[in-house]
């Protein structure tokens, strides 16, 4: 089933709606959704490495966008909206104590979020509800983004068959890599805030 997934994965990374999903996955991880847009971009890079840093640009803008869509979140509906995502995760009882601390941090926050599998949108949405700048938000976001998925388009496209073989060759450990890392990702964001 496994191998069924990666296939399909691999011949939708070629397909003309590619890019669309790329930029809907990279907008929603940004501001609700869990899955990262790294399970469309690295298939994507590995079946048109030409086009990596075009992927890399479309996921890292789509990303801003809806990193600022997950901070108007936070500014304005936190009640409505954000509140129940954060008790969806598990970060409401801690929200005041981090809310205390973080315009303080909160560059720093946005870019570490940004670059490492840390759960972005608890971030955009701690953001908006915290009021941080919105332009040093944006700066931040841009900036630890691009870097994120330049390095990994840049490293596939660098790589290129190589890693694609090892891929396919070892497809479950780097299923179960991915998934402790998605995993392990919620499970820091837990106890760091």
């Known amino acids: 089933m496994l191998r069924r997934l990666y296939n399909w994965t691999m011949s939708f990374a070629a397909g003309r709606h590619a890019t669309k999903a790329l930029a809907g996955v990279a907008f929603a991880e940004s501001s609700f959704f869990p899955i990262p847009p790294d399970i469309l971009l690295i298939p994507m890079v590995l079946a048109e ?14 990303s801003v966008i809806g990193g600022i869509f997950g901070y ?22 801690q929200f005041e104590t981090f809310a205390a601390w973080y315009n303080d941090w909160g560059v720093w926050i946005v870019f570490i979020a940004g670059v490492t599998p840390f759960p972005y949108k608890v ?9 941080l700048n919105f332009l040093v938000f944006i700066v931040a ?27 396919e060759k070892r497809l479950g450990l780097v299923f179960t890599v991915f998934m402790v890392l998605l995993i392990g990702g919620f499970v820091v964001a837990r106890y760091m805030i």
């Open 49 to 62: 490495r030409a086009k990596a840093m075009r992927f890399a640009a479309i996921a890292t803008a789509a």
């Open 72 to 93: 108007l979140i936070g500014a304005f509906l936190f009640e409505q909206l954000a509140l129940p995502i954060l008790q969806f995760y598990g970060y409401d009882q």
């Open 123 to 131: 971030i955009t949405i701690a953001s908006g509800a915290t009021g």
């Open 141 to 167: 976001s841009i900036i630890a983004r691009g870097l994120r998925f330049v390095i990994v388009a840049g490293l596939l496209y660098w790589i290129g068959p190589p890693i694609r073989d090892f891929i």
